[in-house]
């Protein structure tokens, strides 16, 4: 197999250069701008479509090459050889695909869905990717435009992210979202084309975490609200366990003389003086927080002391 590996890298370079034999059913004209000029990511779409055809060149390389090899190697082929075959013709059929879709040659996507649709036919795109190099590495086979395609993949969902969709998954990384049950969930990436969604356990957990990420006191302007039809698409997460205990708190809004509390045990205290609050650590460490997260706190003493 070692010998096969070498084999298998240096060939796949030359493989390259002709690689236009697996497209000749893809037209390389530019995407359809009529179709897809009116959408913000326009320019996002044709920079996926370059990509996308890249990727189908170096896909279309990987498939010969594998084909060309065990073709001739001993004079026999294994199950292992033959499952390298098989994951790299499918990798390539769906580079053949996604390359149609996102070319705009597709009758399947209304216009007002095509942004979405085409980010889920990425997702399908990176599962064959996925199996293909599972394979591949059970084979010890890991050739160099294996390592490219990957590259290229990533790129293509950074440029994803960039476009702004309540469906779209790759756009609400690091967001918080909620559907029609109200529960508000963190969308974390895992991988490509992989998401979870995690579920704040409480009002208080959102606002702590969102002061721990630094992205200050009001949470909501990073929510998105999804059908829950995007949320059935995201693996379910650990939920998100957070509290303000051990911190100062106080009640949002300009009402003045709002009282601060100090969290200690479960309980809020309040302090009774502002100078209590600097020997704290100061007004830069009290959190900003709904009535809600304070009432939910029975009573505790009051501290004062200075």
Not at 7 to 14: G, K, P, S, Y
Not at 258 to 281: A, C, D, M, Q, S
Request: with cysteine.
């Amino acid at each position: 197999m070692k010998k096969m590996t070498c084999l298998f890298v240096v060939a796949i370079l030359a493989a390259t250069a002709t690689a236009c034999f697996a497209l000749d059913e893809i037209s390389t004209a530019p995407p359809d701008e009529g179709q897809y000029g009116r959408f913000a990511g326009g320019d996002s779409h044709g920079r996926i479509y370059d990509l996308a055809a890249t990727l189908a060149e170096q896909a279309a390389a990987i498939a010969q090459e594998s084909f060309d090899h065990f073709k001739g190697y001993n004079g026999a082929i294994s199950d292992q050889e033959q499952g390298i075959l098989f994951k790299s013709e499918s990798f390539l059929s769906s580079c053949r695909l996604f390359l149609k879709f996102a070319q705009g040659q597709s009758d399947f996507y209304r216009n007002d869905y095509l942004r979405t649709s085409l980010y889920n036919a990425f997702t399908y795109l990176t599962a064959a990717f996925s199996e293909l190099e599972q394979e591949m590495r059970r084979g010890n086979v890991m050739p160099y435009a294996l390592s490219d395609s990957r590259k290229i993949l990533s790129r293509m969902e950074r440029e994803f992210s960039g476009w702004a969709s309540p469906d779209n998954l790759a756009y609400l990384d690091g967001r918080y979202v909620k559907a029609a049950d109200a529960t508000v969930y963190l969308i974390q990436r895992q991988g490509m084309g992989q998401f979870t969604r995690r579920a704040f356990k409480s009002l208080e957990s959102l606002f702590r975490y969102n002061y721990n990420e630094n992205r200050g006191k009001d949470p909501w302007k990073y929510l998105v609200e999804v059908s829950g039809e995007t949320l059935r698409k995201m693996r379910t997460g650990a939920m998100i366990v957070l509290t303000f205990e051990g911190q100062m708190i106080i009640e949002q809004g300009t009402r003045p003389n709002r009282p601060v509390f100090k969290i200690e045990n479960g309980r809020k205290r309040g302090l009774t003086r502002p100078e209590i609050v600097n020997r704290l650590g100061g007004w830069s460490r009290v959190f900003e927080v709904p009535r809600e997260v304070i009432e939910a706190y029975e009573d505790g003493e009051p501290i004062d002391r200075s």
